[in-house]
T-cell receptor, first 114, second 117 residues
Framework: EAGVAQSPRYKIIEKRQSVAFWCNPI?????LYWYQQILGQGPKLLIQ????????DSQLPKDRFSAERLKGVDSTLKIQPAKLEDSAVYLC????????????FGSGTRLTVV | AQTVTQSQPEMSVQEAETVTLSCTYD???????LFWYKQPPSRQMILVIR??????QNATENRFSVNFQKAAKSFSLKISDSQLGDTAMYFC??????????????FGKGTKLSVKP
């Protein structure tokens, strides 16, 4: 089975610019997550989708971050404008809707803000 | 709120030896899952082992086993016969079964394991 696809793999932008990341989860996985992993730390949840609806976005900095999951499949995460502290790896994960395990992670996008 | 603590930022072990990584957590829930994930330089999180809190028996997966102490809220990972390919970051993670945050993974800060030849 195909894994969770993410692009781009790397991105370098200047502060105050905008950037978007894309995630294609495993086919049939209803639940999709975006995590932020700052260097030297564990991943932190940004947003959880169930199909195309938001379940939890309590830790998403909504003044600059936005995310959507159109038609309950692909998802995009956007940062506008970016700050230096947004430098991190952004991981996408998906799992079947009925289980609290069975997560599959993508390889992430490494963002560097200069 | 749940928290996960890994107190060993880095560890090293000789090839073929055994190493134990520590993890403690804090929660008021009685039913939950605990996980150990491996993150190699490729960045993809790979599941190593999973433990259901309602099961008293410790989970095992080939060379990997856990020591789950529910009352002490401790969840350590033992790697036997360490191999060079085990070199990676290891993350302990918690997931509650019920409530608004069900299924969301809460991670520790990780332990960097180096296996030396």
């Amino acid at each position: 089975e195909a894994g969770v696809a993410q692009s781009p793999r790397y991105k370098i932008i200047e502060k105050r610019q905008s950037v978007a990341f894309w995630c294609n989860p495993i086919s049939g996985h209803a639940t999709l997550y975006w995590y932020q992993q700052i260097l030297g730390q564990g991943p932190k949840l940004l947003i959880q989708f169930q199909n195309n609806g938001v379940v939890d976005d309590s830790q998403l900095p909504k003044d600059r971050f936005s995310a959507e999951r159109l038609k309950g499949v692909d998802s995009t995460l956007k940062i506008q404008p970016a700050k230096l502290e947004d430098s991190a790896v952004y991981l996408c994960a998906s799992r079947p809707g009925g289980a609290n395990y069975g997560y599959t992670f993508g390889s992430g996008t490494r963002l560097t803000v200069v | 709120a749940q928290t996960v603590t890994q107190s060993q930022p880095e560890m090293s072990v000789q090839e073929a030896e055994t190493v134990t990584l520590s993890c403690t957590y804090d929660t008021s829930e009685s039913n939950y899952y605990l996980f150990w994930y491996k993150q190699p330089p490729s960045r993809q999180m790979i599941l190593v082992i999973r433990q259901e809190a309602y099961k008293q028996q410790n989970a095992t997966e080939n060379r990997f086993s856990v020591n789950f102490q529910k009352a002490a809220k401790s969840f350590s990972l033992k790697i036997s016969d360490s191999q060079l390919g085990d070199t990676a970051m290891y993350f302990c993670a918690f997931s509650q079964l019920y409530g608004g945050s069900q299924g969301n993974l809460i991670f520790g800060k990780g332990t960097k394991l180096s296996v030396k030849p």
